[in-house]
């Protein structure tokens, strides 16, 4: 049953005066999870919800007689799984990072059930996760130890991956985090080597700390990235869906300052008005277009192949 405004306020009332969510939700014949969601989510933002993340993960240990790109291993050689060693969210442009990592004893024993579940809390607040190369690792790897560790699906969020994003934008000389974030000028993650995932492997405590770190590092880096290339995103989540405004703001980054003084957005069947972002520069047009009832009755349109 979806509620009102309304009664997701008294909910937000009635939590803080200290009644359990299983009684709210039995007050209101609604589930428990979905009490958690109202008073996590949130109601009345300004800004959605939207979590820098990066993870860094333990290496396959296997069997092989070989080593080569012309090797190659099967499922039956793996002599012990990768595990999750740390994680690092970041809200965008808030102070502070919120990570987590192994301690030596759960590296040892690869057991990263404790640091998941926080990884997990912090997905499940979030309307929107940023990661580089998001889609094929950082979101496929956190979901199937969430599985493992027996974990629920978190509340659906939206993906944007900057590896894909500066793939589609233009085709710098490479892609990867460190290569963007210098050519850029921005914040640089920290350098390390394959030494250091051993050592936390093997439960070194300081190397797990480095490995924090270093995650930490990527983050920030991270952010910078997102920022510099979100005005050139022409997929990006449109974020006045996420929250109460009473003006048009930029989708990519909120702003109200829209310049309206340039070219028109054309598409097959359409004509619409154009902006230009007055603060990050992002380009955007209206949902309606502006062709009168005989230009649109007079328009015709090409056979689609």
């Not at 979905?34 to 979590?51: A, F």
């Not at 394959?194 to 880096?221: H, P, Q, T």
């Not at 510099?228 to 109200?256: A, E, F, I, Q």
């Amino acid at each position: 049953m979806a509620l009102s405004q309304k009664r997701i306020r008294e909910i937000r009332g009635l939590n803080k005066a200290g009644l359990s969510n299983r009684k709210i939700a039995k007050l209101y014949d609604v589930q428990e999870d979905s009490v958690r969601r109202y008073l996590s989510k949130g109601i009345g933002r300004t800004v959605p919800n939207i979590l820098i993340a990066d993870i860094e993960t333990a290496p396959l240990e296997v069997y092989s007689w070989g080593i080569g790109s012309k090797v190659s291993l099967g499922h039956y050689q793996i002599k012990s799984e990768w595990y999750i060693l740390s994680w690092a969210g970041k809200w965008l442009l808030k102070d502070g990072v919120i990570s987590d990592v192994v301690t030596p004893a759960e590296s040892l024993f690869k057991d990263d059930a404790r640091i998941c579940k926080s990884a997990w809390d912090a997905i499940e607040k979030a309307d929107i996760v940023v990661a580089h190369n998001a889609v094929r690792f950082d979101v496929r790897k956190l979901n199937a130890r969430f599985i493992v560790n027996s974990l629920p699906p978190p509340s659906p969020y939206q993906v944007i991956d900057t590896l894909k994003q500066s793939q589609k934008i233009a085709a710098f000389s490479s892609h990867k985090l460190d290569h963007l974030t210098k050519q850029f000028g921005l914040a640089q993650k920290d350098d390390t080597d394959f030494d250091l995932w051993v050592s936390c492997i093997e439960g070194d405590k300081k190397a797990l700390k480095r490995m924090l770190k270093y995650n930490i590092s990527d983050i920030y880096a991270l952010e910078g990235l997102y920022l510099y290339l979100r005005p050139w995103m022409k997929s990006h989540p449109n974020l006045g869906l996420y929250c109460n405004h009473d003006s048009n703001v930029c989708p990519n980054c909120m702003n109200t300052k829209l310049d309206w003084n340039i070219n028109y957005y054309y598409t097959p069947a359409g004509r619409y008005e154009a902006f230009r972002c007055g603060k990050c520069g992002a380009i955007g047009s209206s949902r309606f277009s502006d062709l009168t009832a005989d230009e649109k009755k007079n328009l015709v349109k090409s056979v689609a192949r």
